[in-house]
């Protein structure tokens, strides 16, 4: 079976969150159960450099401004094509936005481009080559069913991964005449959204299935509180519309190898963790004691619920654990931690950034990971943790809900539980989350319990994959049909 995935990122060649780790895995992961996976890919600075030898398999005299090419290449275990525009995609700065965080104003040109290419590789534009299915991920490469669907490609199946639906790939109506498509995909079935044109949008209304990234999130989106003015729409296509929890690259997070740690170890020598949380609380000013290290390594945004933790840092202290955090993002989150960690020398520390050396010290050193998102499709935060016997403390929220096993006294006594859930959202259920951790933590075969139980979880790719291949049969039957 051939499949096209098309994606604005792919580990590890670009990566600005989640959605990368999953395109770069999920290939790979697909290999050993019949599927061929190829995933077109724009050719930024850094994925042009990954490959020496350019033979174009498909060239564009113009492409929404300029010259462009396709390149078939093989990066490591992934198969790539790689659209090379550099009006488009030779920049300095990220895949979104300049060094300064700000987007770039064309970004609908850019990734108009990269789903109109898509679009025709889908089509059979490229010889020798014909995708049965067509696996297109979020609003960036959105457009790409779109362009099939009024174009050659209308008979190949295709489904869209949602990995965010808050970020949705809106523009002005200005911008249609520039895409071309045809008069009539200006419809309200088509790319039509309050009046301008929407990305996502498009790609639900053309998918002929719809995949999230966990079942809780699937059925969150239904509502007007998750589903960010798509709700509606997805409702409509709720037959079509599955959840499918993503996997880790089990190589890369293995506390056993993981070349980042002080020390290795497993599930039966938890022990060595001792020398990593020496490491933690060397890194982050930390006293030296046996109470509980929790962690955050996160973007520090509404998103991710780290007002909720900024506002009770010392209530987090007052209960008995210390805390270290890890992350960048809105500066007045940023702020508000440095000043907890000023208030609180010993007990609280912070580091301003991303560093992923110090991610896996963190997963590998810290007692506990605290994750109190707002909404999370999925999560890969906390199936690290399992993986590293750094217990999940966690939002009730999509993937978060669907991944991790509460820690109450039930499931303690049948020796089941892999970390902590709270809800409601908000301050107080955090806080008591926590006092129920520190209370655990002194029974020190509970605590153990806990860790070896998630440790003892599959969070591979496996049983994803199979679910992917299973839908890509469904699709495939559809169209046979």
């Given at each position: 079976m051939?499949?096209?995935s098309?994606?604005?990122?792919i580990f590890p060649?670009?990566k600005?969150?989640g959605?990368?780790?999953v395109t770069g895995?999920?290939?790979i ?5 019949g599927?061929?996976?190829r ?6 600075p850094v ?15 113009l492409l929404q401004?300029?010259?462009a090419?396709?390149h078939?290449v093989k990066i490591?275990?992934l198969?790539?094509f ?6 488009l995609?030779d ?5 979104y936005g300049n060094?300064?965080?700000?987007d770039w104003?064309?970004?609908w040109?850019?990734?108009?481009a990269?789903?109109?290419?898509g679009?025709d590789i ?6 020798g ?7 297109a991920?979020d609003?960036q ?10 174009g050659k490609?209308v008979?190949v199946?295709?489904?869209?991964t ?11 109506a200005?911008?249609?005449g520039?895409?071309?498509l045809?008069?009539?995909a ?9 009046g301008g ?7 639900l209304?053309a998918a002929w299935?719809?995949?999230?990234v ?9 509502s007007p509180?998750?589903g960010?003015?798509l709700d509606?729409?997805?409702?409509m296509?709720?037959v079509d519309?599955h959840?499918?929890v993503n ?5 890369i997070w ?6 980042h740690?002080v ?5 039966d020598?938890?022990?060595a963790?001792g020398?990593?949380r020496?490491?933690v609380?060397?890194?982050?000013n930390l006293e030296?004691?046996d109470?509980?290290i929790?962690?955050v390594?996160?973007r520090?945004?509404w998103?991710k619920?780290?007002?909720i933790l900024?506002?009770v ?7 008995g654990a210390r805390l270290?955090v ?6 007045g989150l940023e ?6 960690a000023?208030r609180h020398r010993g007990?609280?520390?912070v580091?301003?950034g991303?560093d992923e050396?110090l991610s896996?010290?963190?997963?590998g050193g810290?007692?506990a990971?605290?994750?109190?998102s ?6 890969l935060t906390?199936l ?6 750094c ?9 978060l809900?669907d991944t991790?096993i509460?820690a109450?006294?039930?499931a303690?006594s049948?020796g089941v ?10 301050g107080?259920?955090?806080?008591h989350a ?5 209370e655990?933590h002194?029974r ?5 319990s806990?860790q070896?139980?998630?440790?003892k979880a599959d ?6 994959a ?16």
């Open positions: 051939q499949v096209l098309v994606t604005p990122e060649l670009i600005t969150g959605l990368a780790d895995a999920l290939p992961a697909l290999a050993g159960k599927v061929a996976m995933t077109l890919v724009p050719g930024y994925v042009m450099e990954a490959f020496k030898k350019k033979k174009a398999v498909y060239q564009y005299p401004g300029g010259k090419s396709v078939a490591g275990q198969d790539l790689v659209l090379d525009a550099p009006h995609f920049r300095v700065g990220g895949p060094a300064s965080g700000a104003s064309d970004n040109r850019r990734f108009a990269l789903s109109q290419v679009g889908a089509g059979g534009a490229i010889s080559y014909q995708p049965d299915i067509v696996h991920h609003w490469s959105a457009m790409t069913l779109a362009y099939m669907r009024y490609a008979g199946p295709s489904l869209i949602v990995h965010n639906l808050a970020f949705q790939g809106q523009f002005g200005g911008i249609f520039e895409l071309g045809p008069g009539v200006m419809q309200l079935d088509g790319v039509e959204y309050y044109v929407g990305y996502l949008k498009a790609g209304q299935a719809i995949t999230t966990s079942p809780t999130y699937a059925q969150e989106i239904r509180e998750f960010m003015g509606g729409l997805i409702n296509r709720a519309l959840g499918i996997g880790i690259d089990v190589d293995n506390p056993a190898t993981d070349k740690l020390a290795n170890y497993a599930a020598t938890l022990a963790r020398l990593n020496k490491a609380e060397d890194r982050f030296n004691d109470s509980p929790v962690c390594v996160s520090l945004t998103q619920g780290m007002d900024a506002a840092v010392d209530g987090i202290v007052q209960r270290a890890l992350g960048s993002g809105d500066a702020g508000s931690l440095l000043a907890a000023a007990r609280v520390g580091v301003v991303y050396g896996h010290i963190m997963q810290c007692d990971i605290v994750i109190p707002r909404f999370e499709p999925c999560g906390q690290y943790g399992l993986r590293y016997g217990v999940p403390v966690v939002a009730r929220t999509g993937g809900a991790i509460d109450n006294e039930a303690l049948a539980a892999t970390g902590f859930q709270f809800a409601p959202n908000n107080g259920a955090l806080l926590i006092r129920q951790l520190v655990v002194v020190p075969a509970a605590w153990a806990i070896r139980q998630g440790m969070v591979s790719w496996d049983k994803s199979e679910k992917y291949v299973e839908l890509y049969r469904l699709l495939l039957s559809k169209r046979a049909a």
